[in-house]
């Protein structure tokens, strides 16, 4: 069993909706929690980071972290197709001393949002 | 500021042959990691470096390796390629926000290997 479990999907959803993209993890020790939005033929970009339990709202992006379920979300309001991309979420275990902790990365979702 | 550059973007070679990709990271970023990118498997990490230092290494045979260089430059080596090598090669170097480390990816080296 994989350390993080991401649905690959494909999602597709018409403009205007809401998505909500999930992540399960089994290492109780992740304390850090990022989105990653990857578009074709492109590196990833971090969208947003949370630590430990909670909510983040950035915009239309809101991410949520329940660590007592292993659980972690990002919802995607209005939804735009600019917004079409591969959404990775990626965790690593504790406070980070400059580049000491690998992170661990969800398969990634793909994403289609439809005019 | 510049990003994360990487090169060659794309490259072919045939089973058996070895290959080297190289990385630029953000200046000032001292921290480079390399990812190796499949359909199948995911992001999966490689290996990190800081200050000429291996830090950490993923599950990988010995065929990968990797190195960096005083200007924070990173190349990572593949000998004697398999076919299952193929893969998006991703390098990023990193900074601290809040205690989460970071990750700025480059747009990759895309590999087939024949």
């Known amino acids: 069993q994989k350390e993080v479990e991401q649905d690959p999907g494909p999602l597709s959803v018409p403009e205007g909706a809401i998505v909500s993209l999930n992540c399960t993890y089994s290492?109780?020790?992740?304390?850090?929690f990022m989105w990653y939005r990857q578009y074709s033929r492109k590196g990833p970009e971090l969208l947003m980071y949370?630590?430990?339990?909670g909510n983040k709202e950035d915009g239309r992006f809101t991410a949520q972290v329940d660590k007592s379920s292993k659980y972690i979300s990002l919802f995607i309001r209005d939804s735009q197709p600019s917004d079409s991309a591969t959404y990775l979420c990626?965790?690593?275990?504790?406070?980070?001393?400059?580049?000491?902790?690998?992170?661990?990365f969800g398969q990634g979702t793909r994403l289609t949002i439809n005019p | 500021k510049a990003g994360v550059t990487q090169t060659p973007r794309y490259l072919i070679k045939t089973r058996g042959q070895q290959v080297t990709l190289s990385c630029s990271p953000i200046?000032?970023?001292?921290?480079v990691s390399w990812y190796q990118q499949t359909p199948g498997q995911g992001l999966q990490f490689l290996f990190e470096?800081?200050?000429?230092?291996?830090?950490n290494k993923g599950n990988f045979p010995g065929r990968f390796s990797g190195r960096q260089f005083s200007n924070s430059r990173s190349e990572m080596n593949v000998s004697t390629l398999e076919l299952g090598d193929s893969a998006l090669y991703l390098c990023?170097?990193?900074?601290?926000?809040?205690?989460?480390?970071?990750?700025?990816f480059g747009a990759g080296s895309r590999l087939t290997v024949l």
């Open positions: 990626a965790m690593s275990p504790h406070q980070i001393i400059q580049g000491a902790q690998k992170l661990v």
């Open positions: 949370t630590y430990s339990s």
């Open positions: 200046s000032g970023h001292r921290s």
């Open positions: 290492n109780s020790a992740f304390q850090y």
């Open positions: 470096y800081f200050s000429e230092t291996q830090r």
């Open positions: 990023a170097s990193s900074s601290i926000h809040s205690g989460a480390n970071v990750l700025t």
